[in-house]
C-alpha cells in the first residue's frame, strides 16, 4: 500500500477495496442545474470544453479512453509518452483533454485530433493539447472511488508528478457564485461543483452539478437541406434527441460549419441517407430535405430553448465521437442541491 493511503485516517482505510485493476471504468457525469450557490462543503472546479478521458497505467501499458470505452492513444501520442513518466505503477485517472484558443478551452480546435488513428497525422495537426485531471479512481491496487472526494484530490494533487501536457485541475473551495461570476466574465464554458465528502459514482449524480455560463449540449444529426445559392455541400442539419425511445425534433443548425467540414461531412451524410423520417414529429419535410439514419452525435451551443422544445439560434461546434446518437437526451436543469 502506497503511503498516501496507508496515512488516511483508520475510519477511511475501510472504504479503500482491494481489486485487480479494470480495464474500464464508466465514468461519473455532472447534473446541470440553474442553482448556483456558494456553500463550505462543495468544492468548484473550471468547466472544461473538451474531450473526457480516462487514463489507464498499469505499469508500462498505457490506454487512453474516452466515455464511451474508445481507445484514444493514436490521437493523442504526446499523452501516452507524458503518462509513462508518471511515478507510479498502476493508476486511473480521470480528466479533460484541452485545446486552447486565446487562453480559452476551444472544443472546434480539439476536432483536428477527433477520430485520428495515426499518431504521425495526430502531430501533424499542430494542435497542442493537454490533459486537466480532476480525479484519481484507482491506484496500486485499491480502489479509491468509496473515499470522500476531498481525499481522493489530496491524495492526486500529492502523489501524482505531474508533468507536460498532464495538469492538475485546481479548485476553489465555498465561494461559489463569486468564481462562477468570474468564470463566465473570462468567457469559460463554466464550472463543476462537486460534493466535498460525496464518493465516486460511475453514473449521472447530483454529486457534481454543472454551473453554465455557455449553453450547449449534444444533439443527433437526422438529416440535412440542401445548400442554396453558393454554399457548397449542404444548408443546414436537422437536429434531436431521445426521448422515451423516439427521437425528438429539436431545430436545425445552419451556421459553424467551416467550408472543408460542408466538403467533408457530406459526403459521409449521403453514405446514411435514408428514405425513412427518424423523427417522431415536428421536424420539416419538403423537397429540400434530407433524412439520414441517426447515427452522428454533434456539440451545438444555443442561446436557449422554446416553449415547443426547439433551439434557439442554435450553433455548430463539432462532431462528437465519444458519445452514441442513443444515448442523446434533452439535458433538464436540476434546481435542487444535493
Not at 42 to 57: Q, S, Y
Not at 174 to 191: I, R, T, Y
Request: hydrophobic letters at 35%.
Amino acid at each position: 500500500m502506497s503511503t498516501w493511503l496507508k496515512n488516511l485516517p483508520k475510519d477511511l482505510q475501510k472504504n479503500l477495496l482491494k481489486k485487480s485493476m479494470p480495464s474500464f471504468e464508466q465514468p461519473m457525469l455532472a447534473t446541470l442545474t440553474t442553482r448556483y450557490f456558494s456553500d463550505k462543503d462543495w468544492i468548484f472546479e473550471r468547466k472544461f470544453d473538451g474531450a473526457r478521458c480516462l487514463i489507464f497505467k498499469d505499469k508500462n501499458t498505457i490506454f487512453l479512453k474516452s466515455r464511451n470505452n474508445k481507445i484514444l492513444n493514436n490521437a493523442y501520442p504526446e499523452l501516452v509518452t507524458a503518462t509513462k513518466k508518471l511515478k507510479v505503477n498502476q493508476v486511473i485517472l480521470d480528466g479533460e483533454i484541452v485545446a486552447f484558443h486565446n487562453k480559452i478551452t476551444s472544443f472546434e480546435k480539439l476536432q483536428a485530433r477527433f477520430g485520428i488513428t495515426s499518431t504521425h497525422k495526430a502531430l501533424q495537426t499542430n494542435v497542442k493539447i493537454y490533459i486537466y485531471i480532476f480525479d484519481i479512481l484507482y491506484l496500486d491496487g485499491y480502489d479509491l472511488t468509496l473515499l470522500p472526494l476531498e481525499y481522493r484530490k489530496t491524495i492526486l494533487k500529492n502523489y501524482i508528478n505531474f508533468n507536460g501536457p498532464i495538469r492538475y485541475t485546481v479548485h476553489k473551495s465555498n465561494f461559489g457564485k463569486q468564481f462562477f461570476k468570474k468564470a463566465c466574465q473570462q468567457h469559460w464554458e463554466g464550472l463543476i461543483a462537486k460534493k466535498r465528502d460525496g464518493i465516486y459514482v460511475h453514473s449521472r449524480s447530483p454529486l457534481w452539478l454543472k454551473f453554465k455560463c455557455i449553453q450547449e449540449q449534444e444533439m443527433v444529426i437526422g438529416g440535412y437541406t440542401l445548400p442554396e445559392n453558393s454554399r457548397i455541400g449542404f444548408g443546414s442539419l436537422l437536429l434531436g434527441y431521445y426521448k422515451n425511445n423516439k427521437l425528438m425534433y429539436a431545430g436545425k443548425v445552419g451556421t459553424g460549419f467551416s467550408d472543408e467540414f460542408l466538403k467533408t461531412f457530406i459526403a459521409k451524410l449521403k453514405k446514411i441517407t435514408s428514405n425513412k423520417n427518424y423523427f417522431s414529429s415536428n421536424s420539416m419535410e419538403d423537397d429540400k430535405t434530407i433524412f439520414v439514419k441517426p447515427k452522428y452525435v454533434a456539440q451545438i451551443g444555443f442561446s436557449n430553448w422554446t416553449k415547443h422544445n426547439i433551439l434557439r439560434q442554435p450553433r455548430f461546434k463539432g462532431l462528437r465521437d465519444d458519445k452514441n446518437a442513443r444515448e442523446v437526451i434533452k439535458e433538464i436543469a436540476s434546481k435542487k442541491m444535493s
